[in-house]
């Protein structure tokens, strides 16, 4: 690897290398970058503050009319509970469930913190904005 140090005119030290050592370097930085990332995700799910789904469970959220509808039934929460927790009425969120209506955001927060995910797990494209 070719190496050149010198300084802007300014006085900053710099160092010139070959485009394909540069591009190595990069690599190796998102590999590292990447470990880390891989890492904090095994740690997450190790404290269970992360929850990996089967494959089971994926087919069930696929055939699940909403995420929602998957949530609240892995739970196993009450449509009256979980209609309280999240203020709304027992048929709002019934309707919800059935992808047959949407909600506020603050709607979706409440429901997510309940069932302890994330909102964006439970809001169908292009609602509660």
């Known amino acids: 690897m070719t190496i050149v140090r010198t300084k802007t005119p300014s006085g900053d030290a710099i160092v010139i290398l070959p485009e394909a050592d540069f591009e190595r370097l990069v690599a190796l ?34 055939r699940a009319p909403t995420a929602l509808a998957f949530w609240r ?9 979980l209609a309280s927790l999240g203020g709304i009425s027992e048929p709002v969120l019934s309707a919800m469930e059935r992808g047959e209506r949407t909600a506020d955001i603050i709607v979706y927060r409440a429901l997510a913190g309940a069932l302890g995910v994330d909102p964006e797990d439970l809001i169908p494209d292009g609602a509660g904005t």
């Open 29 to 62: 930085a998102e590999d590292a970058t990447d470990a880390r990332t891989l890492q904090a995700s095994r740690n997450r799910l190790a404290s269970g503050a992360d929850e990996a789904l089967s494959e089971a469970d994926l087919d069930a959220l696929r």
């Open 73 to 81: 039934a892995r739970r196993g929460v009450t449509l009256t509970a």
